[in-house]
Nanobody
Framework: QVQLVESGGGSVQAGESLRLSCTASEYFVNMAWFRQAPGKEREGVATIVSDGYTRYAESVKGRFTISRDYAATTVYLQMNTLKPDDTAIYYC??????????????????WGQGAQVTVSS
């Protein structure tokens, strides 16, 4: 059974940092982070593929960094200079088949349970 387990969420003040981790039960070519704020649709935040290529949403460019460990079963999201607008549930997503590094939710096959990130002003 495929599992994606997120950790590292929490509550911080604006301007502070958090790092999310997602450990997968197997290797995936493409892993990504999404988020969903109350009353809003789920949006893609960042994605990384096996060759290291990354892609970010405009709203997080320069502040967030996605990376993978050597075994490529864990993906991280380093979030710096957090803003209240970053408050959301953050989800890890994974895709087995190689394809373009998209930030659309229907591109991914597996999802984690979510981790709450709250940023107060």
């Amino acid at each position: 059974q495929v599992q994606l387990v997120e950790s590292g969420g929490g509550s911080v003040q604006a301007g502070e940092s958090l790092r999310l981790s997602c450990t997968a039960s197997e290797y995936f070519v493409n892993m990504a982070w999404f988020r969903q704020a109350p009353g809003k649709e789920r949006e893609g935040v960042a994605t990384i593929v096996s060759d290291g290529y990354t892609r970010y949403a405009e709203s997080v460019k320069g502040r967030f960094t996605i990376s993978r460990d050597y075994a490529a079963t864990t993906v991280y999201l380093q979030m710096n200079t957090l803003k209240p607008d970053d408050t959301a549930i953050y989800y890890c997503a994974a895709r087995r088949v190689r394809g373009p590094p998209l930030l659309s939710s229907d591109h991914y096959d597996y999802w984690g349970q979510g981790a709450q990130v709250t940023v107060s002003s």
